[in-house]
Structure formats: C-alpha cells, structure tokens
C-alpha cells in the first residue's frame, strides 16, 4: 500500500547517483522515479517492495510499517559496564543512514600511531570500509521476521554489531570465508552491488577479514553467533605493527606504479 510520497527524495537522488556511477550510465539520472524503481525491480506491478521501503522509504513509513529495521548504538568506556554511556538511534532509509552510522562511529574513531623503522603513519582503530561492509551486512542479510533491531555497541577499542537471525542458509562458523551464501534478501543486496555499496554477493566477509588482517589486527570474531543472532565482533587493537608497516609501504608503493601508468596512459 505504500505510495511514491512515502519515499525520501533524498535517498532517491543518492540511489539515482550511486546506480549512475557504479553503472557508468549517466543517462540512468535522466530518468522518472517510477522507470528507475521499476527498472530495479523496486516496484513490481506498480506495488513498492520491502526492499525499495528499507532502501529509500522515508522514516515515518519506516515507523509504522518496519520499525525492526531501526539501528541502535550504544557506546560503553568498559566491556564490564551494563549500561551504556551514549545511545543514539537511527531509523531512515539506508541509502542515508549507512552515511550517518559511519559518522555517528568515527567520531569516537582514534589512530594508532605507527613507528616501524622508516615508516611513521597513523592507522585508525576502526577501518572505514570495514565497519560500513559490516554494517550494511548486517542490515541486509536479517531476519526481518524477528522484531528485534541491529544493534552496534561501541567501545573505545571494539565495535560489536548484533543482527536478529543465525548466518544464511549453508553459511557455518567453519566455513564463513570459504562458502558462497544464498542472501535472505537477494534484491535488497542486489541494489547494494549494483551502487556499489557492497562487495560482490558473499565476498563482504572476506573484504572484513582481508582489511582486517592487512592491519595487523586480530581477526573478525563470530564465535558468539548462534541460530537467532549473528555477533561479530571488530577489535580495533594491533597486534602486529610491523606487518602493519609493511604491508602499508607495499600499498603505497603499488599506487604510486598505479599512479604513473595511469598518467602514461593519459599521456
């Protein structure tokens, strides 16, 4: 039953540029809103889909029709405390509130200060694409059957996001990397991949993991997932600085050769 005047404009227009340019099809802004909800099989039969409301319905429909799909975070100074210090709660269409999440988080986002040798950096303890991959994961790969919201609790060294419903169908704790898992939500992750928002379909953990790693971090933690909840959990401690370092200076050193074919290209 939901109208076109339920949806936010402004998440249209981020939808509309985010397709355009992941796509490289400019002439996709050009477009209605209908034809573009249409096209990505947002609406079908010119009924609007849960997908379409999550992504870019505005928060009073959001409100009255799927108030699980609010975001809670609560910040904590310790592990040990039972109540938390801030709380904050978010509950617009994704396409906008992925952006505000982030923000929300960073501002208790500290860095590292590196000093390996010849190599002086900082390295933040929460990797921006990390967190939003993790985040978006969880939004989108929920049971939306279970009332509960995603919650993200963050400490000054750990994030731990919550999300109702156990790992996709296939999906263990063993084999997490490894497996190509079917999503609960295949249009909803599809629009995702399609703006970019999102890795490849079952490729979110890896970049987690890859990320993570690459930092000298210690790995993603999902052990405490079970059948009604995923748990992961994101320490932003290093371990290893000087893997960190070298894996830093091998980075830069690759985008500087990038940099150069690119500008002999355009020469």
Known sequence: GLQLSDLDETAITILKERYAKKQNNPSFLKLSTSQILTDLHLMQEGDLTNAALILVGNEKVL???LPNAQ??????QTHAQTHFDKREVFLKPLFISIDEIWKYLNTRNRDHKISEGPYKFD????NEEVIREAVLNAIAHRDYTITSETVIKQYPNSIIILNAGGFPKGVTKENLISVNSEPRRRLLTEILEKTGLVERSGQGV???FR???????????????G???VELR???EIEDKA???FISSEQEKRDEKQYKLDKEHKA
């Open 63 to 65: 409100k009255e029709h």
């Open 243 to 245: 893997f960190a370092a």
């Open 123 to 126: 390295l933040p303890y929460f």
């Open 206 to 208: 890896d970049k987690i």
């Open 227 to 229: 059948i009604l909840q």
């Open 234 to 236: 994101i320490n932003g």
């Open 211 to 225: 990320i993570t790693l690459s930092e000298g971090k210690p790995e993603p933690d999902y052990s405490r997932t």
């Open 71 to 76: 975001v809670n975070i609560e910040y904590r």
